[in-house]
């Protein structure tokens, strides 16, 4: 394994969206997957799956699929304007960098999808009475946490990605088109598709991610008092 | 910093739910947040809020609160039964594991509260028209991927605590009752919360993650093609 440190990774694991076209070893995808499914999932189900795509035909139609979901994305955007703690230029970059990837998806030499197979209840009347009770809550409880059994896994992909020296973003505009992905990639009904992660050795390269700060994101046991951090973070 | 290598944060930061009440520095914690806000949000939004409750009266009700949640939970997981991948011997486990946090969530020196504010289209007649036939897509598409701005930073703080010696765990249970948190926690109706994280000095150890193989949850370009992984991951 590469050695990098935690925080080295953590700081300096930027979203790339530039990438070449040299292919990535096999076994080097296989040991960012190895480090993603050690990430939590809830109630450890790991009902996760990863579709690894290298086939130059699938990307180049995941490709013309996500740039078809951009061009919604685009009006999004345009609707909703320079978010508050972005200025003009960083806004600008944004949209410049998603606008370069929006036409660029498929070049990537692998394309990662993460996806999770839904976890259901059994049939409402075959459940006990108490838990019949509770099947409405339960249904939009599921909804609700779905992300928490595959997001965990997606940032250690980003990380080790990072650590074997390999660009890549995690993108979800496809979601928006996500009947045409899943038919491309042949899922199951209930398999949902939860990211699109190009990677590829990246032409630019990794640097510190700028951020609001923490003093401005949270919060001491209630909401409104402020969490004052006791020192500058160096 | 503390030192310590990426991959072995990754694979020793296992689910730790015995924690002793030793307070942990409110220095640490800042850090452990500025490492969890260099995780990405969709669209860079970085519409996550955390609350660090450390507050005695507020940690024992947020307790209480995600014993009643877990209440319905160990109902659920009743009449799910056993995950298929998981021994009868490590289901028990989990069980039990699981169980004591249900009664001691309060005992936590740090209670750390992930929320995320929803990001919201303006009203629909208030944009152009294009915008406004996708509107109903739209909201969809924010419910799908609402987990993809908050967890990826919910691993990061699983990681920077690690790194720090402090156990923690992912939990979701307390949704079941998210009002009652809400109250609690005097969260705006706009803010929703994600997860509920102990933190403190683990009266266990870090150790290994046992997982289902990455030749089981992979597949190459399409569903049902093996990944064959090269070699043994070592």
Known sequence: MPEIGLF????????????????????????????AIRAPSAGNAQNWIFIVVRDAEQRRRLGAIYRKASGIASEIYRARGRPAHMTDEQYRRFMTAGAYL??????????????????????????????????EGEL????????????????????????????????????????????????????????????????????????????EVAYADRWGVAWQPSEEIT
Chains 1, 2 share one sequence.
């Open 8 to 35: 080295d990774a953590m700081y300096s694991a930027r979203s790339l969206r530039r990438l070449k076209s040299d292919p990535v070893p096999e076994e080097i995808i296989t040991r960012v997957l190895d480090a």
């Open 102 to 135: 929006w036409d660029h998806m498929g070049d990537a030499p692998v394309l990662l999808v993460p996806c999770l197979r839904e976890r259901v209840l059994p049939p409402r009347d075959a459940l006990p009475l108490p838990v019949q009770a509770l099947y």
């Open 140 to 215: 939009a409880y599921e909804r609700r946490i779905g992300g928490a059994s595959i997001y965990p896994a997606v940032q250690n992909i980003i990380l080790a990605c990072r650590a074997f020296g390999l660009g890549t973003v995690m993108t979800t505009n496809h979601i928006r088109c996500e009947h045409e992905v899943k038919t491309l990639l042949c899922l199951p009904s209930d398999v949902l598709t939860y990211a699109l992660m190009p990677i590829g050795y990246p032409i630019g390269k990794f640097g510190p991610l700028t951020r609001q700060p923490v003093s």
